[in-house]
């Protein structure tokens, strides 16, 4: 972190390098944990100058870091922001910010470039600075970092890391998925591999099923023109689902080295068993349509769920169910392991249907911590009731604040540590198994119709019986 580096954001004007990136820096900053030499060049289309660039970036950081916004490391933060006005598809202008560069640095810098662009932008970027002499490391690192969508289908997402991997070789990339930035995500290695009572159970001898929740009680606001081309399976399974999945399911690595933990994970992705579109639900919340710059009568989903099955020696049988979408009752994400029910109960005052299955609750947001539901004796009777052992962030921690995803990751890319991003395989196996699905839905005659949900539901009730079909319910373990 001795070495000089400089941090270029592509698309600076966007809402990402105000909402997230400036203030993760920022917060980087104040802690002490970027390199002592560092400078910020937001590169965008619009005529500002380095002042108005600051101005809004310290508007947003005021608007949504509130608690950790201090002027006085502001004003030293601030000078190391500059900007430069350029097209990104003008090969040009990244001529102009090679020359430009040097201007700021004393000697050989790192760079990172960050690609906040929407994703048309991606393949012109990743050419220009190619062409512009931009990439080779003579000087010090470089490395860019990739913003989603990755992609549209398989075929897109290859294509894409083609035109990358001809311009950067496939160590200097860095795919973001910001689920794996977050505290709680990286908290579930932990949590199975620094500890020695949950592995020897977490297989299908223990586990009757998992169950992986995203819901969001915001709808699509003001995100409907992309979002009505993407949907949910593309927003949010294809990547941080499909994530969530790995970390729990995988096996362990043998170190924490970004390529044995990818390794692992592609392992993991290769053992899924191809979807079946009638172990799928795909439901749309009542009034999207509405929206402005929803097609008319479109059919993209705002709500799926899935069955799946992982075929390999530690989780064949063991059904995995995952569930996200807009518009519900309430912002969680969860990962609920449930344990078989005891082979033979012996209480007699106890009726079997009575007896609640064991349940660890990996509390991914907002009330991030732990929940292990288990059986205790009602005092002065012969039966049971679940009770919760809890463990919570904000107790077992005091003072230390879950920083942002983006902190986390943006030091990672800096420090050159890769393992909270993912690979071009990975991102090309999670495509090979949501694209039939996407596909199927629109197209195969056998598919589930779309379904509807009232807005603030739980989803539809397609969802429900998707489980109830096989006798169990979606759990809700960090919620009381
Ligand atoms: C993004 C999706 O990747 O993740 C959004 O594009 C979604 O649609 C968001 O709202 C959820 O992220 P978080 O961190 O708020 O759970």
Redesign the pocket.
Known sequence: MAHPTTIIIFGASGDLTRRKLIPALFNSYRKGRLPQTFQIVGFARRPWDDAQFRSLLQEGLVEFQEKSFNAAKWADFAPRITYFQGNLDVPEDFIRLREHLPTLESGPTNRLYYLATSPEFFVPIVQNLGQAGMVHEHEGWRRAVIE??FGHDLQSAQVLNEAIHTVFAEQQVYRI???LG?ETAQNILYFRFANTIFEPVWNRNYVDNVQIA?T?S?D?GR?AG??DE?GVIR??FQ??LLQLLSLVAMEPPASFEADAVRNEKAKLFQAIRPLRLADTVHAQYDGYLQAEGVAAASQTPTYAALQLYIDNWRWQGVPFYLRSG?ALAD?N?EIVIEFKKPPHIMFPDIDDKDFSANTLSLCI?PDEGIHLKFEAKVPDAHTTQPVDMEFHYDSSFKGNSLPD?YERLLLDAIRGDASLFTRSDGIEAAWQLVDPIIQGWKTHPEAPPLATYTRGSWGPKEADALLARDGRVWRHGCMH
Do not use: F, G, L, W
């Open positions: 989603k969508p998925d910001h689920y977050k995203v969001e915001v699509v995100r992309y979002y993407a927003d949010m990547n941080h807009k912002k994400t947001q995803a």
